[in-house]
């Protein structure tokens, strides 16, 4: 493959393969009965939102992890990024799956220690892949917040 061509396919297998990863994920552990029945708090948003933030966040990640691979595919800002999209997509089958809160926050306190690693890892190196992932920092310290709220109401 050319230099010139390398760079294009990096982003395109990133994006594609984390937001595939991600619908594949939130589609095989849908909510259902179940979440419907829980007593919810006062901030927990519509159910239609999750799809399109989660789809946006997800294309921030890929573009986020496709600059890293192109820059330093073997460092450790590169393990954590991988290790963030396995905990990631880990969650849903805990949490949906198994019908679990509990362990939904075993998995999504690290995907938030995770996530700000990946920043505190990639600010000075490639801010622009520190940034990408600020909008998934507030989100997943949201969700992190929800789930923990779900766990102590249910």
């Known amino acids: 493959m050319s230099a010139s061509m390398k760079k294009p396919v990096t982003y395109l297998v990133f994006i594609l393969l984390v937001v595939g990863f991600g619908i594949f994920s939130g589609l095989s552990n849908l909510p259902g009965a179940w ?6 708090p006062w901030f927990n948003p519509p159910n239609w ?3 399109p933030a989660w789809t946006f966040l997800y294309l921030l990640i890929g573009i986020a992890g496709a600059r890293t691979w192109l820059r330093e595919p073997a460092s450790g800002a590169m393990w ?3 290790l963030q999209l396995a905990l990631n997509l880990f969650w849903s089958p805990m949490f949906f799956g198994q019908q679990n809160p509990l362990a939904g926050l075993m998995v999504i306190v690290p995907l ?4 700000l690693t990946f920043i505190a890892l990639t600010l000075r190196s490639d801010r622009p892949a520190a940034l990408l992932f600020v909008p998934y920092a507030a989100w997943v310290a949201f969700a992190t917040l929800l789930n923990a709220s779900l766990y102590a109401l249910n």
């Open 49 to 51: 939102l999750f799809g």
């Open 112 to 115: 938030l220690l995770a996530i």
């Open 35 to 40: 979440y419907q029945s829980l007593t919810k």
């Open 80 to 82: 954590v990024w991988f």
